[in-house]
């Protein structure tokens, strides 16, 4: 079973599993839908492009931004694998798949980390509320601890650049 974080120490717990995995040599996968998916995409070209300078680019991937491979894969599976497909395509054992959520129960987040813990990727996943118990193929949940969304995706924006800073400061 995963591990519940919110604060400063989730950010320190999700960037050192970050920061272990790039320099293992080994990716970051990171998703979600609707204005998550934008935090998604957010993340990725930061870690990916220039933070605040111009830094290395780390590997990751957002799996939110390629409305083809999104919009073929849930016409040809449906929606509950709209992610777990592309993390079977692409995720190798070490990498890390990393998720933004509200509420965390959609079932294409099961069926995503359920094919990354398969693979052997370490998961992650921000959300708004509390999942009690953390389900096990989840390894670290950082959450806001509340439902509203509008409070959460601010907090999620602030996690971003908290884990960028730590992130691209050790690779």
């Given at each position: 079973?995963?591990?519940?974080y919110?604060?400063?120490a989730?950010?320190?717990?999700?960037s050192?599993?970050?920061?272990?995995?790039i320099v293992?040599?080994?990716?970051?996968?990171?998703f979600?839908?609707?204005?998550?998916?934008s935090?998604?995409?957010?993340?990725s070209?930061?870690?990916s492009g220039?933070f605040?300078?111009?830094e290395?680019p780390?590997?990751?991937?957002?799996?939110s931004?390629?409305?083809?491979?999104?919009?073929a894969?849930?016409?040809?599976f449906?929606?509950d694998y709209?992610?777990?497909?592309q993390?079977?395509?692409?995720?190798?054992l070490g990498?890390v798949?990393?998720?933004f959520s509200?509420?965390?129960?959609?079932?294409?987040?099961?069926?995503?980390?359920?094919?990354?813990?398969?693979?052997?990727?370490?998961?992650?996943?921000i959300n708004?509320?509390?999942?009690?118990?953390v389900p096990?193929?989840i390894d670290?949940l950082l959450v806001h601890?509340?439902g509203?969304?509008?409070r959460?995706?601010?907090?999620?924006?602030?996690?971003?650049?908290?884990?960028?800073?730590?992130i691209?400061?050790?690779?």
């Open positions: 079973m995963g591990e519940l919110s604060g400063v989730g950010i320190d717990i999700v050192a599993l970050i920061i272990d995995s293992e040599g080994n990716k970051v996968l990171t979600g839908v609707g204005g998550n998916a935090t998604s995409i957010h993340f070209a930061e870690l220039k605040e300078k111009f290395k780390l590997p990751c991937i957002c799996l931004e390629n409305p083809s491979t999104i919009t894969i849930t016409n040809d449906g929606w709209v992610f777990s497909r993390i079977l395509g692409l995720a190798k990498d798949v990393l998720a509200i509420s965390g129960k959609a079932r294409y987040l099961d069926y995503a980390f359920k094919e990354a813990k398969r693979i052997g990727c370490k998961t992650v996943l708004g509320e509390v999942m009690n118990p096990g193929n670290v601890g509340t509203n969304t509008p959460v995706q601010e907090w999620q924006l602030l996690v971003v650049h908290q884990l960028c800073e730590r691209k400061s050790r690779c």
